[in-house]
DNA sequence: CCAATTTCGAACCGGTCGGTACTATAAGAG
DNA sequence: CTCTTATAGTACCGACCGGTTCGAAATTGG
């Protein structure tokens, strides 16, 4: 039973409509957005162009439509790899690795719609939304940060909101560089590197275990209250 | 003594070809690269079409010489920041803080060509230049690591190429922060939260002052030999 | 003052772009 | 079978884009 419901009356479409848009969002994907024409998209998803304005508008609309979509299937994908794992530091290293395996997928564009594409959109809604985009984001790292504490992970003074920050900064790090041609390899290992560094605490002076460190005093260095 | 040689001959120019490049940097840089017109660098530069054509070449070349000469001045500048202050705390730190600086100038376009523009663009010429770039600075980023190794900040086991990716990475990351409207304050004290970071070393086992943690133990999670 | 040289500014050209109108076609409704 | 509805496909339109041509202007050399 593929519909349930009367089929609409006129001539049926030759498209799936889903389907076209995960097109689009490929298209826009790989050329970015100013670089896209028409006649790309029409190409691209193998909906006619008079069918694609009356049912998707025009570019600037089926691009904001393609990045709601996409940001909240691959939202939803990154909060899973986050919240599935038990500890802590695998938690940032299934959410790093999410992020480097989906920008190295091979049959997709590489690099991310979010990251690499919809920054250089000049516009006001796209910037909103990605503002948007990247806040909860962030606010997902903290609350796993949080379950990190209240687990006794780590203790209760660990700066949740830097850190947090600090993880989507490597997650767009390590994207570019994906985009850029770096090995999945490469980037897969930075990752583990990354996720191991983000849960480590300061230090309470400098016992290094090679000695002693001859200026590693930096007046400062430390997180508010040890 | 403006000129000390013959000047030549025909009609002298009305624009100081230096200074005119500045601008198309500016206007690739606020615009991007797909969605600048050549009547943008025109108006830009304060240059007529014909005049810009002969001297710099169509929009590609110049965009390439844009790039050029942007990365050699920002490369300059990024490297004395890391090589002036004695620390290697505060040499990250100064790095970090002037790829933010930099990002948040006013007068100027947010983020920066080499992070936010250059890598959207669809030529083999830029791409190679792009991976040359980041090659050279995760190379001027270990050698300050080794040189940190040499003065007994870090141990020689320290993951000098691992943690200079990921200070590359981190400095992508917040400068496409800065792009998206975040505010140089909050970059900065995320830099500082940085350099931090990544200058610390793993623990021994796990020591962390809120008692025993649960399940910290990672099976993995260490440099080779502690 | 005149010729040579170089740049400037406007106008121009073929091609492409975003967007639309028009016609043919495929379905259900009666 | 005919009418209505909705989509497909083609062809078209004005606007704009990248790039060039050409005459006017500014300067040096004689």
């Known amino acids: 039973m593929i519909q349930n419901s009367t089929r609409p009356r006129g001539r049926p479409r ?10 689009a969002t490929q298209v826009f994907w790989s050329k970015g957005y100013d ?3 028409i006649d790309d ?3 691209g998803m193998g909906v006619g162009r008079p ?7 025009d570019k600037r609309t089926l691009f904001l439509r393609v990045l709601r979509a996409y940001a909240e299937a691959k939202g939803a994908r990154a909060a899973n790899a986050l919240l599935s794992p038990n500890t ?4 940032l290293a299934s959410f790093l690795k999410h992020a480097v395996e989906s920008a190295t997928q091979e049959g997709s564009a590489t690099g991310c719609l979010l990251v690499c594409v919809a920054p250089l959109v000049d516009d ?4 909103q939304f990605l503002q948007n985009a990247t806040a909860g984001a962030a606010a997902l790292v ?3 940060f949080r379950d990190g504490i209240s687990a006794g992970e780590i203790p209760s003074d660990f700066p949740v909101a830097a850190r947090a920050s600090l993880v989507i900064d490597l997650t767009r790090g390590l994207t570019m560089r994906a985009q850029m041609g770096t090995p999945r390899k490469t980037l897969l290992r930075d990752a583990e590197e ?3 560094l983000v849960v480590l605490l300061p230090r309470e002076v400098s016992r290094g275990p090679s000695g002693s460190a001859r200026k590693a005093s930096t007046g400062r260095g430390r997180v508010p209250r040890p």
């Open 142 to 144: 903290q609350h796993r």
């Open 51 to 57: 069918s694609l304005y009356a049912i998707f508008g």
């Open 14 to 23: 030759s498209f799936d409509e889903l389907e076209a848009l995960e097109k």
């Open 194 to 196: 990354a996720a191991d």
């Open 88 to 91: 802590l530091r695998d938690s």
């Open 124 to 127: 006001e809604e796209v910037r």
């Open 41 to 43: 998209l029409v190409a």
């Open 35 to 37: 670089g896209v024409t």
